[in-house]
């Protein structure tokens, strides 16, 4: 299955405009719409956060097509660094760097995460801000972007620390959300590089050329599109190839942030071709969303909802279970080396 074949209509997709902002329920609008109805052409400003998991052909900077007056491409610049904040304040609320968690944690142990942290954003953001400047702009962007499913039903008390959990791995998730803050950065200087730039016809430095137009290991472009659920071929061509990994990586994501999500048949073929051939020396971006799969539902689960959407033709909507302690970090650290 391809999601860039070539649209056979000229006729608008949507009547009354394309789905916009997300809702509690990932796919919701948009999972019963034919592949022809969704990739109708279209600009960045056309489309809600929940396609962006899907390589769109007309939102490519390959594609050719010019976008109409007003349509900017820095949306997606946006939508990364949205992702980004989330998940930088995520990490330090989780990890009892800052917040109510952090009273009670040794101020050695803070202080080493505090570094390593810095770390992180020194060699991977173009943007020489310091951390509790990155901070104060992720506060907005935390509650929408991490556990969206429950921000209409209570407030998620997100300084409970994984501390509380026995037997876990504590430096080595905190080891893989710094992997993770590097790659969503990377993916932040990419866009602009790809997007901004060629926008505004302003040359890039050569230090933020370095930090953007890298292309990634397979393995690493798919754990960024589980933490972002932006598929990463928008940035780099040379993976166009495995947007629909991608896609199922993304779409995993928004379930490992704790949001139900419909499983539309488009996202149920290429997931059942994943996981029918993981098992056995499979390729390390396979066994990471497979990881994921297992983390967030449960394979076996998973594959049969999946396989059940292919035989009815129609979504089925998927909860996630309830947050666990973590799975095995090292894991995943090893796959993305």
């Not at 990463?232 to 990994?245: D, F, R």
Request: charged share 25%.
């Amino acid at each position: 299955m391809s999601f860039s074949g070539t649209r056979a209509t000229d006729a608008p997709p949507f009547p009354q405009g394309r789905p916009r902002a997300a809702t509690t329920v990932w796919g919701d609008g948009i999972q019963d719409l034919s592949l022809t109805s969704l990739w109708y052409p279209c600009a960045w400003n056309d489309v809600s956060e929940d396609e962006l998991l899907l390589l769109i052909p007309s939102l490519s900077a390959d594609s050719g097509r010019r976008a109409p007056a007003g349509a900017s491409a820095s949306r997606a610049v946006t939508v990364l660094w949205n992702a980004f904040h989330a998940r930088l304040a995520h990490v330090v609320i989780t990890y009892a760097v800052s917040g109510l968690g952090a009273a009670g944690a040794p101020i050695d142990e803070t202080r080493k995460r505090m570094d390593s942290l810095r770390r992180v954003l020194d060699k991977h953001l173009e943007e020489r801000e310091s951390l509790e400047t990155l901070l104060e702009r992720a506060a907005p962007h935390h509650g929408e972007w991490l556990f969206p499913a429950r921000r209409q039903k209570r407030k998620w008390r997100g300084w409970r620390s994984w501390c509380r959990h026995d037997e876990v791995d504590l430096e080595g998730m905190f080891e893989l959300e710094c992997t993770v803050l590097g790659l969503m950065a990377t993916m932040v200087n990419a866009a602009r590089l790809r997007f901004d730039s060629a926008e505004s016809g302003v040359a890039s430095s050569e230090g933020s050329e370095q930090r953007g137009r890298q292309c990634p290991t397979l393995p690493r472009a798919t754990l960024a599109a589980i933490h972002t659920s932006f598929n990463p071929a928008y940035l780099y061509p040379q993976l166009t190839a495995h947007h629909e990994t991608f896609a199922v990586a993304g779409w995993l994501g928004w379930l490992a942030r704790a949001r139900p999500a419909l499983l539309p048949v488009y996202v149920a073929e290429p997931l059942v071709d994943l996981l029918d051939h993981v098992d056995g020396g499979s390729a390390p971006a396979d066994a990471i969303v497979a990881y994921y799969a297992d983390q967030v539902v449960g394979r076996e689960s998973l594959r049969r909802r999946a396989r059940r959407v292919l035989a009815r033709g129609m979504a089925l909507p998927i909860t996630p279970r309830p947050i666990a302690s973590g799975g095995d970090p090292r894991r995943i650290l090893a796959l993305v080396e």
